[in-house]
């Protein structure tokens, strides 16, 4: 396993496909998350599951839209498991006024200039991300983790199967315990609606996906834990494990994705969702 400790800067010219498989720390979330041709993470593995041509658009540089929940995630992730990085990184945006008003635009001027290289965040997700990192700091099964583990802890491996590199990276760590704690924010935590957001954003892949990299990189994981957080108040907080059953079918899930990567690769072919005439039928509750 290697191991490496190290700043940001050193990473300058970092190559997951040339790299060691190992536990890398201090890594640059724009250095995990560039774009490289056949380097796998959980991002790529749904879609992937969409299509060949998708991966392919998404390789060649096309944008996915960022999403006001996506936001949102980031910034409550920043304020629970990186807070020094939170309070450098964001400031809460005040409402300049109408800026049809001169004193008002110069409010607004003076105010960007105090916070140059900070990312403004709405009142509305300041509030909610405060509540939400508030809810989950108080969990009694949490809080215990939280004073122990460290954050963004990239794992680097190579499938050996397919041959292709693959990477996760734990929100939170916990490496002499093997806990990966990851923070899902959702409308609604509870049971049954955290199941269905499971099957529905393939949380088990992640799982899954995860389990067995970590694992090809030298930390075992006993326990991959989905911290979910309601996005409203109270800011409701629930914690969860999936079953055996549950991280079986996202490993069935992950080699299906990545044999199919495998093979678009060694034909330089880039489907879609086929070139014939297929016969539908209705869902059934139509």
Known sequence: MTSVVTS????????????????YRGMPADIYHARAPGVVSKTVLDILERSAAHYKAWLDGHERPATDALE?????HARVFEPDLFASTYVQ????????????????????????????VSEEHWIASEGMARSIRRHPKVAPLLSRG?????????DLDTGIICKARADWLVPNLGIILDLKTTEDAREDAF?????????????AHYDHGFSMAGIEIEDFVFVAVEKQPPYAC?????DDEAVFKGR????RNLRSLRDCIEVDEWPAYGNGIKKLSLPRWA
């Open 8 to 23: 940001g800067a050193a990473y300058a010219d970092f190559d997951f496909a040339h790299a060691a498989t190992g536990i």
């Open 93 to 120: 945006a005040p409402d300049h006024g109408d800026q049809r008003f001169k004193e008002n635009k110069q409010k607004k001027a003076e105010w960007k200039a105090a916070n140059e290289g900070k990312k403004p």
């Open 238 to 242: 629930a914690v969860y494990t999936l």
């Open 150 to 158: 460290e954050a963004e802890v990239t794992a680097r491996w190579e």
């Open 252 to 255: 069935e899930a992950v080699d």
């Open 195 to 207: 199941a269905r957001s499971c099957a529905k954003y393939r949380y088990h892949v992640q799982n």
């Open 72 to 76: 949102l995630g980031v910034i409550t």
